[in-house]
């Protein structure tokens, strides 16, 4: 089953870096303020609303105890020595017909610490997922958008090997509260 | 949960086209060689390796037996007044963080058959999920990616009312058999 498959990732991970170890698990209610400090630092997230405000702290836990709960997903954080947040991805395992019947493995939600960017953070988490956690999912498809906007961020995942294929659209529900 | 309400999507729907009504309903397993059909029935598909050959039906049974079994997986066929399958698309809804906690609908593997097309079905099916599935499964962003060229179904897309912000990237894991 698919369902299992995500949650049979062998989790912490550790990954080796220039500047040291960071180790990946799976995150924790615990880690929600970690998770709202990421998000909000990052202008074009911050322009979508997440803005780290208290107000909207049981919108982001009612997210992050959906994603637990779900055993088609896995919110992934990196941690350093310190065991101090500094990265998070979104894992999604989607069975599909398209393309012989394809599994495909959606992430989201790629952010790095303002301070840690630059350091091969980004590139080992990314590399984990299209080399350890895609085949270890039976997924032979790995995709992701990226606002047309994060021009850095679409030379880095070309670099890795991704192909810009497609155009992603988003429609925004009517009457929801999206900025 | 999230798990249970793409499962509490009130199904079969009519669509009311000007050529007569439409049924979406779940895919079953009896569709299997309807899906391969439809799959083929597109160039760019094909392209990919969806050519509807005897050899490949058990990747596509397998992969509808995985969507059918997940409960964060709905595949909706459209069929006529005949009971015959002449579209399909693919729901995954997804739990986040970003976007203060939003979630999200994907959707995948829109397919109308060759002589069905510029009829109004998949308008009519685009807009039942906005309008009735999204907000159903408590979804405040429809996502989708469209590959580079196809270029009349961004415009249908952006008529729909979505918006390209996007680019959509696609990793092909290494030693899969993905042409």
């Given at each position: 089953m698919m369902d299992s498959m995500l949650q049979a990732l062998a989790l912490p991970a550790d990954l080796t870096l220039r500047g040291g170890q960071v180790a990946l698990r799976r995150a924790e209610m615990g880690d929600l303020h970690a998770l709202m400090r990421l998000l909000s630092d990052d202008p074009i997230s911050a322009a979508r609303?997440?803005?780290?405000a208290d107000a909207d702290q049981d919108a982001y836990a009612s997210g992050l105890s959906r994603i637990i709960a779900d055993a088609s997903n896995e919110l992934i954080v990196a941690v350093d020595a310190h065991r101090r947040v500094i990265a998070m991805l979104q894992l999604t395992a989607i069975p599909g017909v398209a393309r012989r019947g394809s599994t495909r493995l959606l992430v989201e939600a790629v952010r790095v610490a303002g301070d840690h960017r630059s350091a091969g953070l980004g590139s080992a988490m990314m590399r984990w997922v299209t080399e350890v956690a895609a085949p270890a999912c039976g997924a032979t498809l790995v995709q992701l958008t990226s606002d047309r906007q994060r021009h850095d961020a679409h030379r880095f995942y070309l670099r890795l090997g991704?192909?810009?294929s497609h155009v992603g659209f988003k429609y925004h529900v009517a009457g929801s509260v999206m900025t």
């Open positions: 609303g997440d803005v780290d991704f192909v810009d």
